[in-house]
């Protein structure tokens, strides 16, 4: 306890239960800063301002995005990139922030800084959002759309009979709903991608 | 030598490219989105209807393939999806010129 008996040395007037107390508060003090900063910093990397800070995402994938129903509807309602690419629970959150923190060597090293690098990489890019999706039985998409709230009456026969088949089954969003944001990419889609349970 | 180049640029012109590249792109995505094509069917993945490419490699070098597809998309016939009869919905125009651009954007796929 070498730290102990040097701190006591320092301040020969406080008692132990002072040096304590200064001591914990001291430790909640910085923690709580870290943890702000830290949230801070979490939410700032989920912003739509964030995401398209690069031209990568800005001039392909948001562009594509513009004009969606995601983007512009009738009740104004919108959903950005995190909402749809970032999981909102805690753990699964920070392994996708994680993996995205490796995404940036990508941008550093210019692998898809041009229109046709772009399209070059777009389909194992898609690969990868779509095998995401499907493992998390889009998550990300049911956050907002529930199958309980769903007014069936209000769907056309042919949807209502695949949102209850997709319901009976279990089948993930994105194996019917994909291409709606962004272009779909040329190759096989969510459907006929093996996904190892 | 005129007769044979006259013989080459019409090959040129009724061939497969060129038909494709008489495609209005835009129009005919802004046409397929518009009548909600995308529900059912994608440019080249699986989906509960068969996909463009799919659809493109059926017809291939087939003389018919204008006149069947312009039916199948104006005509609402039954298809089958999931071992179930229901209607195909057609493309949400009367516009002859529109359906063809259509047409020949699925075939050039």
């Known amino acids: 306890m070498g730290w102990w008996s040097n701190l006591k040395q320092r301040c020969q007037t406080c008692s132990r239960v002072?040096?304590?107390?200064?001591?914990?508060?001291?430790?909640?003090?910085?923690?709580?800063?870290?943890?702000?900063?830290?949230?801070?910093?979490?939410?700032?990397?989920?912003?739509?301002?964030?995401?398209?800070?690069?031209?990568?995402?800005?001039?392909?994938?948001?562009?594509?995005?513009?004009?969606?129903?995601?983007?512009?509807?009738?009740?104004?309602?919108?959903?950005?990139?995190?909402?749809?690419?970032?999981?909102?629970?805690?753990?699964?959150?920070?392994?996708?922030?994680?993996?995205?923190?490796?995404?940036?060597?990508?941008?550093l090293t210019g692998k898809i800084d041009t229109k046709e690098k772009f399209a070059k990489h777009r389909y194992e890019m898609a690969v990868k959002e779509w095998t995401r999706m499907k493992k998390n039985g889009s998550q990300e998409c049911r956050n907002c759309h529930h199958f309980e709230a769903m007014e069936a009456e209000k769907q056309t026969e042919k949807a209502r009979a695949r949102h209850a088949k997709a319901q009976a089954q279990g089948t993930p969003c994105i194996d019917c709903h994909f291409g709606i944001a962004h272009n779909e990419p040329d190759g096989p889609g969510p459907q006929e991608l093996k996904i190892a349970p | 030598m005129k007769e044979a180049f006259r013989l080459i640029l019409a090959i040129l012109l009724t061939s497969p490219l060129a038909a494709a590249a008489q495609v209005d792109t835009s129009a005919a995505e802004a046409l397929i989105k518009k009548s909600g094509c995308m529900k059912c069917h994608s440019v080249s993945a699986k989906k509960e209807g068969p996909s463009f490419k799919?659809?493109?490699?059926?017809?291939?070098?087939?003389?018919?393939?204008?006149?069947?597809?312009?039916?199948?998309?104006?005509?609402?016939?039954?298809?089958?999806?999931?071992?179930?009869?229901?209607?195909?919905?057609?493309?949400k125009t009367k516009n002859e010129a529109e359906i063809k651009n259509v047409i020949a954007y699925i075939l050039s796929r």
């Open chain 2, 54 to 91: 799919e659809t493109a490699a059926k017809y291939k070098g087939k003389a018919d393939a204008q006149a069947a597809l312009f039916k199948h998309l104006t005509t609402n016939p039954k298809v089958k999806v999931d071992g179930n009869e229901e209607m195909h919905d057609s493309l």
């Open chain 1, 18 to 107: 002072t040096l304590g107390a200064g001591l914990v508060i001291g430790v909640l003090a910085v923690s709580f800063v870290m943890l702000t900063a830290g949230a801070y910093g979490l939410a700032w990397t989920n912003t739509e301002e964030f995401c398209i800070g690069c031209h990568e995402m800005r001039d392909n994938v948001y562009a594509e995005f513009k004009g969606t129903i995601h983007d512009k509807n009738r009740s104004g309602v919108r959903a950005i990139c995190a909402n749809c690419h970032v999981p909102h629970e805690p753990v699964a959150l920070i392994v996708r922030k994680m993996q995205a923190s490796f995404e940036v060597w990508g941008h």
